[in-house]
């Protein structure tokens, strides 16, 4: 199905012009040697462009279209008419210049095999070069000796001849597609993709950029043990794919990849979508509303385009018409070793994506007084890693279930719940997020523990839930402590807030008398705001019945956790409304 959706895909955007054809893709650039007719080298060129990354920008290979790179494993395979410095001059900085001879040796046999007899100058100035090329005598050549280092490093080159690129002259062009077309090599076998019977491809297209996968390419269909070579079927037999169907999934795929502006990493799976239309402005409002991408739009704008179209009601984005019927998918992939495993692949209608979406974010919905509204699916991961370790990457499992949840409008992973838990009791910390997360995870997984008048968006005064009550008590025990003791750095949620949540029986009974003590150090030098914290602690113990519970559930103490950053969410907003007094 992933292939067949994929296809479907390269065939869109080979319409629209924007993926090359069958035999033809692009391949990152960074130099471009030119020749004489002689074959003599006169120059060379870096055809770099500039882009901006991190806030800086840097010079990256340029994208070309070219004959479709080849397979390579350990064995010599040139590419035709560019390759890196090891195949096209015979040298880099590998350290085995025998092998490397032998590259270039197989690159000079490839040229004579497709271009003897080519009425063509072009053509016969580049076999020119590799008939009088000594690579020996390489790094002594004036042309290369400025950038030397570079080309040698694995940088790829091309030629160009009288101004132009060989590769788009159009008899060379020509020779290299029916060398291409004619290379329909292998058994005739039906193709899982198309349906068609023909001759399948026995090693597909590689994959780049795939974090983590190997920066040769990677496969996404391959087979290479003894146990998987049913029927003596080896390499990518058993998964038989037309050679235009290995070209067309790929071709895709790594379109996708390229995409920086539309492609997200979630723990160790780079996440992939498009829409089946092949228009861009799918992508780029999937991106803003589902991991926080950059829009064009301001938030209020934003927020108005997904409500309709989780209506069902068309929008215009920027110049394109969003139809909220349009297909939509979204694949997750992860690196294994040299292959590719699949993590998630979903599909719905847009606008049914992007009401999961919405309903996420409605449950994520909390009083705050942070600068952001939007928790992306990447905060809501960070939240459950430990700021300050080395490596501050989730669990690779847990991002994409928790993904999965959001997108398919599924029951939350227990890991999200169990992570955000273990940080609170870490740092006693209940923040904005992790506060979020609480009441979105029991919204969606309900448990008999925790009462939904705890799930509100702002402080419910009159929820009598007692752990919800209790940690309403225990912030405004915290609030009298500060208030007692300015800027003071420790404070009884240092000490005690674990153990509040998890037993308070034991542990409100020494809260009560300390904060007693506060209250009475408070009295003689600001009576008013002491009757006002001795009010509040008796409107709050009213809602409790006449003892606490000995033991709280992990449930029970979410609702204690909730409580607590209710409470003291309306001593932060009472502070900002006298500061605007």
Same mark, same amino acid.
């Given at each position: 199905m992933i292939l067949q959706v994929l296809t479907e895909y390269y065939e869109t955007l080979a319409a629209l012009g924007k993926l090359d054809p069958p035999g033809w893709s692009k391949s990152g650039i960074s130099f471009a040697l030119h020749i004489n007719d002689a074959g003599e080298l006169e =120059?060379?060129?870096?055809?770099?462009?500039?882009?901006?990354?991190?806030?800086?920008?840097?010079? +990256?290979?340029?994208?070309?279209?070219?004959?479709?790179?080849?397979?390579?494993? +350990?064995?010599?395979? /040139?590419? @035709?008419?560019?390759?890196?410095?090891?195949?096209?001059?015979?040298?880099?900085?590998?350290?085995?210049?025998?092998?490397?001879?032998?590259? @270039?040796?197989?690159?000079? %046999?490839?040229?004579?095999?497709?271009?003897? #007899?080519?009425?063509? /100058?072009?053509?016969?100035?580049?076999?020119?070069? @590799? *008939?009088?090329?000594?690579?020996?005598?390489? =790094?002594?050549?004036?042309?290369?000796?400025?950038?030397?280092?570079?080309?040698?490093?694995?940088?790829?080159?091309? $030629?160009?001849?009288?101004?132009?690129?060989?590769?788009?002259?159009?008899?060379?062009? =020509?020779?290299?597609?029916?060398?291409?077309?004619?290379? *329909?090599?292998?058994?005739?076998?039906?193709? %899982?993709?198309?349906?068609?019977?023909?001759?399948?491809?026995?090693?597909?297209?590689?994959?780049?950029?795939?974090?983590?996968?190997? !920066?040769?390419?990677?496969?996404?269909? !391959?087979?290479?043990? /003894?146990? $998987?070579?049913?029927?003596?079927?080896?390499?990518?037999?058993?998964?038989? +794919?037309?050679?235009?169907?290995? &070209?067309?999934?790929?071709?895709?795929?790594?379109?996708?990849?390229? *995409?920086?502006?539309?492609?997200?990493?979630? #723990?160790?799976?780079? +996440?992939?979508?498009?829409?089946?239309?092949?228009?861009?402005?799918?992508?780029?409002? &999937?991106?803003?509303?589902? $991991?926080? #991408?950059?829009?064009?739009? *301001?938030?209020?704008?934003?927020?108005?385009?997904?409500?309709?179209? !989780?209506?069902?009601?068309?929008?215009?984005?920027?110049?394109?018409?969003?139809?909220?019927?349009?297909?939509?998918?979204?694949? #997750?992939?992860s690196p294994n070793a040299a292959r590719l495993s699949v993590r998630f692949f979903l599909q719905n209608s847009f606008g049914g994506f992007l009401k999961n979406v919405q309903a996420h974010y409605r449950r994520l919905e909390i009083v705050h007084n942070e600068r952001f509204d939007a928790i992306s699916v990447w905060k809501l991961l960070d939240a459950t890693v430990n700021q300050s370790s080395k490596d501050k990457s989730p669990s690779p499992v847990m991002a994409g279930e928790v993904l999965r949840a959001v997108l398919a409008d599924i029951r939350y992973p227990a890991s999200l719940l169990n992570g955000v838990t273990l940080r609170i009791r870490a740092d006693h910390k209940v923040d904005y997020v992790r506060a979020a997360i609480l009441k979105a995870y029991y919204l969606k997984n309900p448990h008999p523990d925790i009462s939904k008048e705890v799930l509100t968006v702002s402080l419910n005064p009159a929820c009598d839930d007692p752990a919800y009550v209790l940690g309403r008590l225990f912030s405004v025990y915290e609030t009298i402590q500060s208030a007692t003791n300015p800027g003071i750095n420790t404070t009884i949620k240092d000490k005690y807030f674990n153990s509040a949540a998890s037993t308070p029986a034991t542990i409100f009974s020494i809260l009560g008398n300390l904060a007693q003590k506060h209250l009475k150090k408070l009295k003689g030098s600001n009576m008013g705001l002491c009757v006002f914290y001795e009010k509040q602690i008796t409107e709050i113990t009213a809602l409790l019945g006449t003892s606490f519970p000995a033991r709280m559930s992990l449930p029970q103490q979410g609702a204690f956790q909730l409580g607590y950053y209710h409470q003291t969410q309306v001593r932060y907003q009472k502070k900002e409304e006298n500061q605007n007094v």
């Open positions: =120059q060379v060129s870096s055809v770099k462009t500039e882009q901006i990354r991190s806030s800086k920008t840097v010079a +990256v290979p340029q994208d070309i279209s070219l004959p479709a790179p080849v397979k390579r494993t +350990v064995g010599i395979a /040139p590419n @035709f008419l560019w390759d890196h410095s090891g195949y096209i001059l015979g040298r880099d900085a590998k350290g085995k210049p025998q092998r490397s001879l032998e590259c @270039f040796n197989a690159c000079k %046999l490839l040229h004579h095999k497709l271009l003897d #007899g080519v009425d063509s /100058p072009a053509a016969q100035a580049l076999l020119a070069f @590799f *008939d009088h090329w000594d690579p020996l005598q390489a =790094q002594n050549h004036p042309a290369l000796q400025e950038d030397w280092e570079e080309l040698t490093a694995g940088a790829n080159l091309v $030629f160009k001849y009288n101004g132009a690129y060989i590769h788009t002259i159009p008899l060379v062009k =020509q020779v290299w597609q029916s060398y291409y077309d004619s290379g *329909d090599e292998g058994p005739e076998m039906v193709c %899982l993709v198309t349906g068609r019977k023909g001759p399948v491809e026995a090693v597909h297209p590689p994959i780049k950029g795939v974090a983590g996968g190997q !920066s040769s390419g990677t496969a996404l269909v !391959s087979y290479n043990a /003894p146990a $998987f070579c049913s029927y003596g079927r080896e390499q990518s037999l058993n998964a038989p +794919v037309s050679k235009y169907a290995a &070209f067309a999934y790929t071709a895709a795929l790594n379109n996708l990849i390229a *995409d920086r502006d539309h492609r997200f990493r979630m #723990g160790d799976a780079t +996440v992939l979508f498009w829409a089946r239309s092949g228009q861009a402005a799918f992508q780029s409002l &999937f991106s803003a509303a589902a $991991f926080g #991408g950059k829009s064009p739009y *301001d938030a209020g704008t934003l927020a108005g385009m997904l409500e309709n179209l !989780s209506k069902g009601i068309p929008v215009q984005y920027e110049e394109t018409r969003l139809d909220p019927d349009m297909d939509f998918y979204i694949l #997750g992939l």
